[in-house]
C-alpha cells in the first residue's frame, strides 16, 4: 500500500490503512449484531460516498437485514460544504414501523445527516440509528447523535476507501490525508 500520493499538485499522506478500516469495522458489526439481535434493520446507504463501508460492514452482519439507498448532493467537486443538500434518489423500501440504520461515510458539517434524519424520521420508522465510518468532530455545525462512529477524526481533507476528490480515487483502499496543497 502506498504511504504517499499525488493528485495533481497536491499531496496525500496515508491516513487509515485496509487493516485499520477493516479492525474497525469488525467491532461496529460485533456491536450491531449484539444491538439489533432477533430485529431486522434496513440498512440505508447514503450514495455515493458509503458504498464501499457498507460493502465491507454488511459482510459482517450475521442478523437478517436490509439494504437500500438514498443519494443526495451537497459538495459538487468542491472540497468544502456548499451547505445546500438536495435528495437525487428516494428510497425504495416502505421504512415506516422498521428499524432503520444510516450508513455514512463521513459526518463534516452535519448538514447531510440532519437532512437524512429529518427526511427519514417523516416516514415515522420504530427505531433510527446513524453509523458512520468518519466523524469531524472539530467540523460539526449541526449536532446530530451519531450511535457508531469509526473513527473521530480532526479536520483533514480526507480520500479513498469511497470518498471522492473532484469524483475520483473513491477505488483507493485506503484512506489519505491532504497534506500538502500544491
Ligand atoms: C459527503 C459524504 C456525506 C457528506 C458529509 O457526500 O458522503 O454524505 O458529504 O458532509 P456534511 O456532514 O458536511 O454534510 P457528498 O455530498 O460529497 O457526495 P458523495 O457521497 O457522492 O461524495
Same mark, same amino acid.
Given at each position: 500500500m502506498k504511504r504517499h500520493i499525488k493528485f495533481g499538485n497536491d499531496k496525500f499522506e496515508l491516513y487509515l490503512s485496509e487493516k485499520q478500516i477493516l479492525a474497525r469495522i469488525i467491532k461496529l458489526a460485533q456491536k450491531i449484531n449484539k444491538d439489533y439481535k432477533d430485529r431486522v434493520p434496513i440498512f440505508i446507504g447514503i450514495l455515493n460516498g458509503s458504498f464501499i463501508f457498507m460493502s465491507d460492514l454488511i459482510r459482517h452482519i450475521k442478523i437478517d437485514c436490509e439494504v437500500d439507498f438514498l443519494k443526495l448532493s451537497s459538495y *459538487?467537486?468542491?472540497?468544502?460544504?456548499?451547505g445546500h443538500v438536495t435528495l437525487l434518489k428516494d428510497l425504495n423500501?416502505?421504512?415506516? *414501523?422498521r428499524d432503520i440504520i444510516v450508513v455514512e461515510d463521513i459526518v463534516d458539517s452535519g448538514l447531510s445527516i440532519d437532512f437524512i434524519k429529518k427526511l427519514i424520521c417523516l416516514h415515522k420508522p420504530k427505531t433510527f440509528k446513524i453509523v458512520s465510518l468518519l466523524y469531524k468532530k472539530d467540523a460539526v455545525k449541526i449536532n446530530v447523535k451519531i450511535d457508531y462512529i469509526g473513527f473521530s477524526i480532526p479536520n483533514d481533507f480526507v480520500i479513498g476507501y469511497g470518498l471522492d476528490y473532484m469524483q475520483k480515487?473513491?477505488?483507493?483502499p485506503a484512506i489519505y490525508k491532504l497534506v500538502d496543497k500544491g
Open positions: *459538487g467537486d468542491a472540497k468544502i460544504s456548499s423500501a416502505t421504512i415506516g *414501523g480515487v473513491r477505488n483507493l
